[in-house]
């Protein structure tokens, strides 16, 4: 049978005889002891066969060495699944490494880009606490341009105030009259016989009041395109356009003209000229208040303001009046109603120096009449019958008339007594 051989250091084999042993024996078991240099406890020692291992070509394993040997392929089995898991696990790895190196150079550059965008909102801080330095200094200029805009207003509603004042009592000399007006609308109107045209046709030559609004239709003396500091509109008063070309003929108005727009150029500038020369008075230093001059018209037939309110105050800063007549028989000044309240409030209520002018129609008129014929002519003055253009002003004045100045009888032969004064001084000084 199959001898086990136990030793306590090593199994050493002959050096001729290497591999695995099978010894047989008729014994059951032997006990058997390699001192180093030979076999020790063999009672029995047959003839020594080796016996193949057909199939391994080797001698057979001992149990324990097959044992062992099992072990080992076992082992090596595991080791062989392990190197393999490793294996797999290390490509794990890899693709955990490359991934995290690509995770990580995508963190880079995010925190490149987190760096860049920090950087770039740090500037924009700056930018906006720059900005906001700038407009709390702009907030604080505009304040100050604000309470300085505030007063300037202030200022220029002041001296607004004053210049529409002035403008109110400015008049244009009667030397502008004489001698520059009647040039002027000729060069405007060339081919027209502007001297023999009436005020009320130069209105419509000048300006259009109809449905439609008011429109300039000439801008004479630039009137038409100068603004108006009262209400920064374009169009402004004749007398303003002449004082802009030529300040010499603009000045506080001593002289009131009650008159009415249904005399012709020509014969009323004559009218004053005469008056001037009775008087003694040179025309550069008259200064004539003449609504057609001084009045605004694009406000005063756009807008029709009340002449009734501001008539006192016009007629009072001149000081003195100067009633134009183109005759005293069947006159045009005694049928209207304005040029009759004008002459009543300036004489017989403010107590104002009044004065006639007439025109050469006239004045030849008066040289040939007699006084009992200039008071048959006085006499059939009829206030009642007198009117205004605008219905507006018609009633504003009968108001005044029936209210204030004790109605129109009482006015009426007012109106009388003065003209009949009038006419027989300029008589007697003729």
Known sequence: GEIVVRTTRSIYFFDDFKGVWK????VESVNIEWTGNAWTGLPVVPKLVAVVDPVLDRMPLLRTEKKAHEEIKRLSEDLKKTEQQISAISTDADDARKAFLEKDAARKVAEEEARRKKSEADAADEVVKQIDSRRK??????????????????????????????????????NFLANNFVPELKSQFPGVDVENKT??????????????????????????????????EAGVSLATAIWAKDAKHVGKANLFVSWTWKYKIGPFIEALLEYARRTGLAPDSLFLWVCFFTNNQRTWLGQHQDGVGVFAANVRGAQRVVCVLDKYEDSLYFQRLWTLYEMFVACIILNLEVDLAIMEEGRVQLAEAKMREIKQCLASIDITRARATFPSDEAAIWRQINDVYGGADLMTSKIKELLLKLLNQLLLET
């Open 137 to 174: 200094a702009y907030e604080a200029k505009q304040r100050d341009i604000q309470a300085a805009l505030i007063k300037a207003r202030d200022v220029l509603k002041d001296e607004t105030a004053k210049a529409t004042a002035e403008r109110a009592e400015s008049g244009i000399s009667l």
């Open 199 to 232: 005020f009320s046709e130069l209105a419509t030559m000048f300006w259009d009041s109809g449905g439609q609004g008011f429109t300039h239709k000439t801008d004479f003396l630039g009137h038409a395109t100068l603004v108006d500091p009262s209400d920064c």
């Open 23 to 26: 010894f047989e024996t008729d």
